[in-house]
């Protein structure tokens, strides 16, 4: 079992900075996917940014402005949020997936709220 801890949520402005922590409880050496989602009020939870083996993938939305990157010495996966906008307002949340060994195993963080005021 894996647990994720998020951090560095906040209050922000437009056009501000915010950079979020999803802590891992083992190595994420082993995890196969890593990745942030979010769920705004009355939304569903949508895929923010995603590393997939190394290999990355962002939103529409948030491409140019988010960056999603990881450091296997803390066991912990970042989200480098830029140019902030109030439609990122949002609880969000760590995920990883693990596909090895079968069955695939899915770990969710808690989730750290971001709130982007004008």
């Known amino acids: 079992q894996v647990q994720l801890v998020e951090s560095g949520g906040g209050l922000v402005q437009i056009g501000g900075s915010l950079r979020l922590s999803c802590a891992a409880s083992?190595?994420?050496?082993?995890?196969?996917?890593l990745g942030w989602y979010r769920q705004a009020p009355g939304k569903q939870r949508e895929l923010v940014a995603v590393?997939?083996?190394?290999?990355?993938n962002y939103a529409d939305s948030v491409k140019g402005r988010f960056t999603i990157s990881k450091d296997y010495a803390k066991n912990t996966v970042y989200l480098q949020m830029n140019s902030l906008k109030v439609e990122d307002t949002a609880v969000y949340y760590c995920n990883a997936e693990q596909f090895i060994p079968p069955p695939k195993k899915t770990f969710w963080g808690q989730g750290t709220q971001v709130t982007v005021s004008s």
């Open positions: 083992g190595s994420i050496f082993r995890l196969n996917t």
């Open positions: 590393d997939s083996g190394g290999s990355t």
